[in-house]
């Protein structure tokens, strides 16, 4: 049992309590914002004058030295420290004698793990977005490979109206996009640095706190010193965005079910990314998918975890806030792996684009486009709606499809029929005559498929 504190106590710490009480086996994770926030404090009591340059020379080249040693195995965070912040202090105070014991001047916990907190949030964000990034690069070359894959759009799991690969996947481009919006936005709030709150109330040495929050890359420092180390808001919005983007990933996850399915048949996933069954041999699972669809709970769980344990808590930290970690470190690992999987999935996926085809030619997708033809020769489009609808009913008795019937048989529901509707409603036509910004339509498609690449740019 090693810890910082006990002048005060004169029986020691039962065993259990220790254990329950100690994070060290978690908040390891934490050594490198650790020893980097524990440098720019450092750094900045020399500047003030509260420590000489001698003892910031020495703590810098011991933190520096943990770190080095932390990362190349020859030092290992053992479990018999509280959490990662006695482990350091401790360290440090071994290697390097009294300076060490000065590193916690004007500091205390509170500011320090709320600070570490932040700067891994801060580190997890940047990885997470570039995990959307990667992934976006593979949608938009499935977007620009399939422009002309024709498919069926769907509403209730109905087929609607006839649509492209491509623009499918444009649909999840744009929920990505919005998760990397959502995430540059937390990183924005969250960038202001608690270091230097103290406990709850500041502290009476000279800290230069603008000082030690540009060093961390902060823009500046926070301007209440009990919001500063009881604030997990960012914890929370994180928590909530990883939600959002499980939540697009485990929509994305149905349809590859769903179009993998024997019933579908639109897709085949790599073998290298499907896994079979111990008994039936002719089995090829979509696991990745439905392993993602399922761990989209345990990040919703995490999210919930946070926002009940912060409901309760009066200013300013509480031991509570030591339950940030876990969930959050589960949640973040969960996404980024998940992310990860999917992407390389679908970019090995094949796309049995004939199918596809053969699927929106049937169902009658071009019916809305067989009432527009009446409504251009005069029908008012309330009448061409029932007129279609009868044409329809007519076809499903003949078995036919709407361009499978012969004019005649057009012309026996409504005179206005023309040689010219089977143009009207072919496929091609459907997609391609749908230009509006933000439909299938090819030209439609290229416009945004180019400024999603400026974007990828940027
Ligand atoms: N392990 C603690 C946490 O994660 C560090 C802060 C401890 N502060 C305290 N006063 N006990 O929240």
């Not at 020859?74 to 009294?98: A, C, Q």
């Not at 509480?318 to 999987?341: R, V």
């Not at 005179?415 to 005559?433: N, Q």
């Amino acid at each position: 049992m090693a810890q910082l504190w006990g002048g005060r106590f004169t029986k020691e710490t039962d065993r259990n309590v220790y254990l329950f009480n100690a994070s060290i086996s978690f908040d390891k994770r934490l050594y490198r914002q650790d020893i980097e926030g524990s440098i720019a404090h450092a750094v900045m009591l020399e500047k003030q004058g509260i420590l000489t340059e001698e003892e910031k020379d020495a703590i810098v080249k011991g933190l520096s030295t943990i770190r080095s040693r932390l990362e190349e195995g020859s030092l290992e965070i053992s479990d018999e420290y509280e959490d990662i912040h006695s482990f350091v202090e401790s360290t440090l105070t071994k290697m390097i004698g009294d300076a060490g014991k000065k590193l916690h001047t004007g500091r205390s916990r509170n500011d320090q793990v709320a600070l570490d907190m932040k700067m891994y949030v801060r580190g997890e964000i940047i990885e997470i977005d570039n995990l959307l990034k990667e992934f976006q690069k593979i949608l938009l070359k499935i977007m620009e490979e399939n422009l002309e894959t024709y498919m069926p759009g769907f509403t209730h799991m109905q087929k609607a109206q006839p649509v492209t690969l491509a623009h499918h996947m444009g649909a999840y481009f744009e929920m990505l996009r919005r998760d990397r919006s959502r995430l540059q936005d937390i990183y924005e709030r969250l960038n202001i640095c608690p270091l230097g709150a103290g406990a709850l109330a500041g502290t009476t040495y000279p800290l230069d706190r603008g000082y030690t929050a540009s060093l961390l890359g902060f823009e500046s420092p926070t301007l209440n010193s009990m919001d500063s180390v009881s604030d997990r808001d960012y914890v929370i919005e994180l928590l909530s965005a990883l939600s959002t983007i499980m939540m697009h990933l485990s929509r994305f996850s149905e349809e590859i079910i769903i179009w993998n399915s024997n019933e579908y048949g639109f897709v085949e996933i790599d073998d290298a990314y499907s896994t079979g069954s111990s008994i039936m041999p002719q089995k090829k699972n979509p696991d990745i998918a439905e392993l993602v669809r399922g761990k989209t709970g345990r990040v919703y769980g995490a999210l919930m975890g946070m926002l009940t344990t912060m409901k309760g808590l009066p200013l300013a930290y509480n031991k509570d806030m030591q339950e940030d970690k876990e969930g959050s470190f589960d949640a973040i690992d969960t996404t980024k792996e998940c992310l990860l999987m999917f992407m390389q999935m679908m970019d090995t996926m094949k796309f049995r684009k004939d199918v596809m085809a053969r699927s929106a030619a049937k169902g009658f997708t071009n019916a809305t486009d067989a009432a527009d033809y009446l409504v251009k020769r005069g029908v008012p489009f309330r009448d061409a709606h029932g007129i279609i609808g009868q044409l329809v009913l007519s076809c499903i008795e003949k078995g036919k499809s709407i361009d499978e019937m012969t004019l005649e048989e057009l012309k026996s529901i409504s005179e206005v029929f023309d040689a010219d509707i089977y143009d009207a409603v072919s496929l091609k036509t459907c997609v391609e005559k749908r230009l509006t910004t933000g439909a299938p339509g090819i030209s439609a498609m290229r416009g945004v498929i180019a400024e999603y690449r400026k974007y990828l740019k940027d």
